[in-house]
């Protein structure tokens, strides 16, 4: 099992930055993948980025060159970069890990709040 903790989320004016930062805590020898999806009420969760224990990273089309996804030092941790902020990137930003068994495991979320 793994434990995933997020945090770096708030309230930011259009145009502007936040990062995002995930703790993975428990079995994570397995782990093979870490990411970050997104959720607005209503809607479906959907794919921001993710990045492999070995550096590849995949980005949502519609993202790619605001958003950056990268690893610690530690391997435990991801952080997600976001830059140039929309009012449409509102949405609570959930941290996902993938095992090589299939398993996955996500936190609890952590709210983006575009707005001026």
């Known amino acids: 099992q793994v434990q995933l903790v997020e945090s770096g989320g708030g309230l930011v004016q259009p145009g502007g930055s936040l990062r995002l930062s995930c703790a993975a805590s428990g079995n994570m020898f397995s782990i093979n993948a870490m990411g970050w999806y997104r959720q607005a009420p209503g809607k479906q969760r959907e794919l921001v980025a993710t990045?492999?224990?070995?550096?590849?990273?995949n980005y949502a089309d519609s993202l790619k060159g605001r958003f950056t996804i990268s690893r610690g030092n530690a391997k435990n941790t991801v952080y997600l970069q976001m830059n140039s902020l929309k009012p449409e990137d509102t949405d609570v930003y959930y941290c996902?890990?993938?095992?090589?068994?299939?398993?996955?495991?996500w936190g609890k979320g952590t709210p983006v709040t575009v707005s001026s």
């Open positions: 996902t890990t993938r095992e090589a068994n299939g398993i996955v495991s």
């Open positions: 990045i492999t224990t070995t550096g590849t990273a």
